[in-house]
C-alpha cells in the first residue's frame, strides 16, 4: 500500500513553533508535497522536497528523509489565520506519477 | 481572473439523477485532476489527464466519466447519482506532476 500517516489534530499558541510530522512508505517515492486547506476552502500548495534536507519559506520550513520516510512541516510565530488542516501529499512512481494525499492534521491556534 | 475555476459550486440532486460539473484553468497548463473528499476529509484523485490524454484511472465507479474538451478544460460527469456520491469535488491543474497543483474552489455535492 501507500500509507500515509500524520497526527489527526495538533493544537497550539500564538507566536509558538509547531512541527507535523508525516511518515510514509517508501517504495517507489518520487517526491512529497504539503498543502494547506482552510475550512470550507480547496488546498493551496506551501511546499515540495524531493532531496533530504530542509526547505525553508518564510515563517513555513519542510524536512524530508528519504530513507527513513519521513518530512515535517515547521510552522514558526504562529498566527491565528494558521489554523487548518495540513496535508502531506506524497508523489509516487508507476508510469504517470500520482498524488496520494494524507487524512489531514488539523491545526488549532490559541491565543 | 480565477486561476482554476468549477461550477456549480454547490449541487444538490436526488438519487438516480445524471449531473456535470465544469472545470477550466487559465494557467496554461497542460494536466488536469478531478479529486474526491469525503466526509472524513480525505482527498482522494479520481481521474488526470495530460494534454486531453487519460492518464490517471483510479477505481472509480463507471458511472463517472470524465471529458477533456481540450487541455484547459476537464469536465464531470456522473450518472445514476447515489447517496455516497455526496462529497466535495475538486478540480486541480499542473504544468506538471512534479509541479505544484492549483486547486478550484469545488463543488460540494449532496445526493438526497
Known amino acids: 500500500g501507500q500509507n500515509i500517516d500524520q497526527p489527526t489534530e495538533m493544537t497550539a499558541t500564538e507566536g509558538a513553533i509547531v512541527q507535523i510530522n508525516c511518515t510514509y512508505q517508501t517504495s517507489g517515492f518520487n517526491g512529497l508535497f504539503w498543502y494547506q486547506q482552510h475550512a470550507g476552502e480547496a488546498p493551496t500548495f506551501l511546499s515540495y522536497n524531493v532531496l533530504d534536507g530542509l526547505e525553508e519559506k518564510g515563517r513555513f520550513s519542510s524536512f524530508l528523509s528519504r530513507s527513513k520516510g519521513y518530512s515535517y512541516l515547521l510552522l514558526k510565530e504562529l498566527q491565528m489565520k494558521d489554523s487548518a488542516s495540513y496535508l502531506c501529499?506524497?508523489?509516487?512512481?508507476?508510469?504517470?506519477?500520482?498524488?496520494?494525499f494524507g487524512a489531514g492534521t488539523r491545526l488549532a491556534v490559541h491565543p | 481572473d480565477t486561476a482554476v475555476s468549477q461550477t456549480p459550486k454547490y449541487l444538490v440532486t436526488q438519487m438516480g439523477n445524471d449531473k456535470s460539473i465544469k472545470c477550466e484553468q487559465n494557467?496554461?497548463?497542460?494536466?488536469m485532476y478531478w479529486y474526491k473528499q469525503d466526509s472524513k476529509k480525505f482527498l482522494k484523485i479520481m481521474f488526470s489527464y495530460n494534454n486531453k490524454e487519460l492518464i490517471i484511472n483510479e477505481t472509480v465507479p463507471n458511472r463517472f466519466s470524465p471529458k477533456s474538451p481540450d487541455k484547459a478544460h476537464l469536465n464531470l460527469h456522473i450518472n445514476s447519482l447515489e447517496l455516497g456520491d455526496s462529497a466535495v469535488y475538486f478540480c486541480a491543474s499542473s504544468q506538471d506532476w512534479a509541479y505544484e497543483q492549483y486547486f478550484g474552489p469545488g463543488t460540494r455535492l449532496t445526493v438526497t
Open positions: 501529499a506524497v508523489a509516487f512512481s508507476g508510469g504517470y506519477n500520482k498524488l496520494i
Open positions: 494557467l496554461g497548463h497542460d494536466t
